[in-house]
């Protein structure tokens, strides 16, 4: 059984220049609402990716995946869910689900790899975002 993290939830308002012409949230910017969530994550857990930067180790994304269910739109107000899991000595996995009141809008993953800033080498998952 992976070690998991406990849940973290954001609220975050759509603004206007997330929509696209149709009136949606644009595709993509669902990865960077994931990224929201990745970065409260760490937050969460003590340890913010700047300060994970600062002991040299970084997160490169290796791979995105997103399931759109139902379009989100200019001003509504979303709550971001994520977890993450090892998956890997230097690998981790970073779920997100985008929710707007009971409806699930989408929900994905990322994969990162854990490296050396300066080497680009792998690293082993820090303890502090496992315990």
Same mark, same amino acid.
């Given at each position: 059984?992976?070690? %998991? +993290?406990?849940?973290? #939830? @954001?609220?975050?308002?759509?603004?206007?220049?997330? +929509?696209?012409?149709?009136?949606?949230?644009?595709?993509?910017?669902?990865?960077?609402?994931?990224?929201? #969530?990745?970065?409260?994550? @760490?937050?969460?857990?003590?340890?913010?990716?700047?300060?994970?930067?600062?002991?040299?180790?970084? @997160?490169?994304?290796?791979?995105?995946?997103?399931?759109?269910?139902?379009?989100?739109?200019?001003?509504?107000?979303?709550?971001? *869910?994520?977890?993450?899991?090892?998956?890997?000595?230097?690998?981790?996995?970073?779920?997100?689900? %985008?929710?707007?009141?009971?409806? @699930?809008?989408? #929900?994905?993953? +990322?994969?990162?790899?854990?490296?050396?800033?300066? +080497?680009?080498?792998? *690293?082993?998952?820090? #303890?502090?975002?496992?315990?």
């Amino acid at each position: 059984m992976p070690e %998991v +993290t406990p849940k973290a #939830s @954001l609220q975050y308002r759509v603004p206007y220049a997330d +929509t696209d012409q149709m009136g949606f949230v644009y595709y993509a910017n669902f990865l960077v609402y994931f990224e929201r #969530s990745r970065n409260e994550i @760490l937050r969460d857990l003590g340890i913010p990716y700047v300060e994970l930067e600062e002991r040299g180790v970084i @997160l490169p994304v290796l791979e995105a995946h997103c399931e759109y269910r139902l379009p989100a739109k200019y001003d509504d107000i979303l709550k971001i *869910v994520g977890w993450g899991e090892i998956v890997g000595k230097a690998r981790i996995k970073c779920h997100a689900e %985008v929710w707007r009141g009971e409806e @699930l809008l989408a #929900s994905g993953y +990322t994969v990162h790899a854990c490296l050396d800033k300066k +080497t680009l080498r792998p *690293v082993r998952v820090p #303890s502090e975002i496992f315990g």
